[in-house]
């Protein structure tokens, strides 16, 4: 079994659902025929997912209903400190989770038909944010 790891971060993204595929394609190198590629968001304010990249009003509907889930300005939170996006982003990380596993077959990622690799950015202000990349073969 042979282990890589490299770390990278992505641009500043403005708050959405974000299709990365590429990007993170173009970070790995000389993947093995067969394996599996982890990768892992180093934030609590925003997540990754694996969803549709045909139609780009997915990414739209995304937005609204994870901001039904958990909107801005709950009189509720307590956690305010860092503005009225950071609570109901840490609520809509935890929703979508802060890593996935993607099968390798073939020297490239095994990705259905119709999916891509999403950053799930909450913050109207997230910066770059930090990703690990680890494929196991």
């Excluded at 790891?5 to 190198?29: A, M």
């Excluded at 993947?31 to 997915?58: K, R, V, Y």
Aim: aromatic share 8%; net charge neutral; glycine share 8%.
């Amino acid at each position: 079994m042979a282990i890589q790891q490299i770390s990278f971060k992505l641009p500043e993204y403005k708050r959405g659902f974000h299709l990365i595929t590429n990007e993170v394609i173009n970070q790995l190198s000389n993947l093995p025929q067969t394996g599996i590629l982890h990768l892992f968001i180093q934030h609590t304010s925003a997540g990754l997912c694996i969803n549709e990249n045909a139609d780009p009003t997915l990414r739209t509907d995304l937005e609204y209903v994870f901001n039904k889930l958990a909107p801005e300005n709950d009189p509720n939170y307590l956690h305010i400190y860092e503005g009225a996006d950071d609570m109901p982003a840490h609520i809509k990380s935890i929703i979508t989770g802060n890593q996935i596993s993607i099968p390798i077959t073939n020297g490239k990622l095994k990705l259905g038909t119709w999916q891509g690799i999403y950053l799930c950015e909450f913050r109207n202000s997230g910066g770059n944010r930090k990703m690990v990349a680890t494929v196991i073969s």
